[in-house]
């Protein structure tokens, strides 16, 4: 007749509101779209690092044209016939752009992906670096 009562069920319950309430919020956190990347500046090279994950050499696409840099890769499923138990990451083909700060050589641009990371170096052009004046 009476049924029992689990305090769990309106732990999640808050939850879920909460997170719609933020989800549909104008005010809600900035959306970071895929690949997430980590751009580090070195002496004077800029290195991008993009999480990868299952991605192969032939599906990223890299591109420079004046000082942005576009990613561009294809995430494949990889459970073709089965059906997910979960899922959380996402498939299809992902673009992300990157404003870079100063000018760089596009003849020294390096590329690699090694275990899920792709790993871009590019080396500040010879008209930004900093040169010394001599005083006479």
């Known amino acids: 007749m009476f049924g029992t009562y689990d305090l769990f069920d ?3 319950a808050l939850r879920n509101l909460v997170d719609r309430f933020f989800d549909e919020a104008a005010f809600s956190r ?7 990347v980590n ?5 004077d090279e800029i290195l991008v690092r ?4 299952g991605v ?7 591109q420079l044209i004046d ?5 561009e890769m294809t995430c494949k499923e990889d459970y073709a016939n089965q059906p997910y138990l979960r899922k959380e990451r996402e498939f299809g083909t992902f673009r992300k752009s990157i404003q870079l700060p ?10 690699s992906l090694n275990n899920g ?8 052009h010879e008209a930004v670096k900093p040169r010394k004046i001599m005083i006479k």
């Open 10 to 12: 309106d732990v999640f």
């Open 56 to 62: 192969k050499a032939e599906d990223v696409d890299v």
């Open 30 to 36: 900035q959306r970071v779209d895929f690949p997430y």
């Open 102 to 111: 100063y000018q760089v050589d596009p003849n020294k641009v390096d590329a």
């Open 67 to 71: 000082n942005t840099l576009t990613i």
């Open 50 to 53: 993009a999480i990868a994950p």
């Open 39 to 43: 751009i580090y500046e070195k002496d």
């Open 117 to 124: 990371i792709l790993t871009i170096k590019l080396s500040k």
